[in-house]
């Protein structure tokens, strides 16, 4: 009898263990929802990776938050996320992207970081009051809700962030926490501030780019601004890549 009841029970708890596994493995595939995929690879080395291992990148890879990708030399990617926004990563560059939640345009919430090289973002427009598409480097952060830009992160630490289309904020990762410190700053990076109001510190913390125009966030957190020359960046191979693209898909 008592051989029996052992049985059952051994039974039942090994019932238990497989239904707990079913749902955990359920629930998991639930919050893996892709939010994108690979819709282009121009080159022969891109490499991605969710886990501990690099995978060779293919076009329709599906893109999940925490992914990280890397091209080599000679290769370009193009990650299309499910509101057609766009991330172009060129050659020689890595980013990861942290959080990617998209089931349209208002309903979006993207973060990327681009760990090293140049990537190109085109951001489907968003009637969201929050800048709900943000790219982030070691020394900077832009947020858009939908424009057409692009971000570098130099050999030295500095960011640059240059806008085409639309407007985006721009902010350091190191940031200014008092007074003084505003007091200390470069003034001439700032731009000026009409009338007797107060500066908050928020406002120093942040340049708002406007069409062509361009921002380099340097490691200790000044900023400055200028203006784009299109004529001198046509001939940069990497604007006028993507360039083309732009205009192909406006058609």
Known sequence: MKTSIFK???????FILLLSLFLTVSISSKSLKYS?????????????KMGKKWKRLKVNTKIYNGVKIKTGSK?????KFNDHSELRLAQKSSIKINKAFVKSPEKREISARLLFGKLWAKVSKSKNK???????TETATAGVRGT???VSFEDDKSSIVSLYTGSVDVEPSKKLETKKDMRNYDKRVRKEVSGPKE??????????LKQMQRVTVAKDGNMIKSEINMEKEAKDTWVAWNSKLDKEEEK
Do not use: E
């Not at 059952?8 to 090994?14: G, L, N, P």
């Not at 819709?39 to 080395?45: C, L, V």
């Not at 908050?200 to 708002?208: A, G, H, Q, R």
């Open 75 to 79: 290769t370009r990617v193009i990650v």
């Open 8 to 14: 059952y029970k051994k039974i039942y708890i090994s």
């Open 36 to 48: 994108g995929k690979i819709s282009k690879i121009d080159g022969k080395y891109a490499f991605y």
């Open 199 to 208: 500066v908050k510190l928020k406002d120093w913390n942040k340049i708002v």
């Open 148 to 150: 057409t830009f692009s």
């Open 130 to 136: 929050n800048k709900n598409f943000n790219v982030t």
